[in-house]
């Protein structure tokens, strides 16, 4: 049988065997996918043992997902990366080549925007979208949200210096599609927005939401990329203020189901499981 995982550390919080479960079973796909504690700086002999482990099963590891801290061994370890993932510079899918080496892909931010069209229902072509943050989370998914056309985008971070760096690193790309994309702190954001998405920890922390209320224009969509207690603050921030609040469960699902796209080349039906996933949350 041929075997997934997702490897990090912690790992044990990952509802990613749930989902891949689901899909596998909903798509009649003959697999197992499994979670991998990795120790801290052996991310390379983490995917060796899963290699070796799987083919003294009789198994074939076929890939894996990769969470915190590894996204960026990951990268480090691919002979071929994506495009995407290259941006980001960090890689959260691993697919293993029959040849033996390794394509690297980087689902997040494609996930997110699927959630936002598809789920939510809300275009981004044209539109104009606030990013707060300026950390990995960030980095994965300001690609993926100029490719889906988003016209006027602006990130913002505490630290204004790591919003400049991810804003000239995507310059070209946004260039490439006609759209506008500057940096600001967080006090100084200039305007409203369409669509503002939190990718920051300060919930987590607990912290207010770090930007001011003006952000939001009437019947904006506002996505914190956490889901549970983490993005309770921000929705309640967004629902305060007349925003349409959304947690990050959807873009969860959605980043594993282009994973899972990318290693078995059928399309799971994501909307099904996270409306389960939902449902057994709730
Ligand atoms: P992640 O991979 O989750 O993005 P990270 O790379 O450490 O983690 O980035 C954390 C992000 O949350 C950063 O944008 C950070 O701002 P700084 O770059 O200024 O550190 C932001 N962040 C964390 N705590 C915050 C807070 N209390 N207020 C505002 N921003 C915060």
Redesign the pocket.
Known sequence: MDQYCVMGNPVEHSRSPRIHARFAELCGQPMAYGRRLVPIGAFAEGIAAFRSEAAAQGDTARGCNVTVPFKFDAAALAQHTSERATLAQAVNTLRFEADGSIHADNTDGIGLVNDIVRNAGVPLAGRSLLLI??????AGVLGPLLDAGAAHVVVA???LD?AIALVQRHAALALRHGATLEAWA?DDVPGDFDVVVN????SL?G?AV?VRAQVLRPGALAVDMMYGPAAAGFMAWAEAHGAVARDGLGMLVEQAAEAFEFWRGVRPPSAQVLAELRASLA
């Open positions: 943050g300026a950390g990995g989370a960030a971070n505490r630290t790591k967080l990718a920051t920890a300060s922390a912290d770090p």
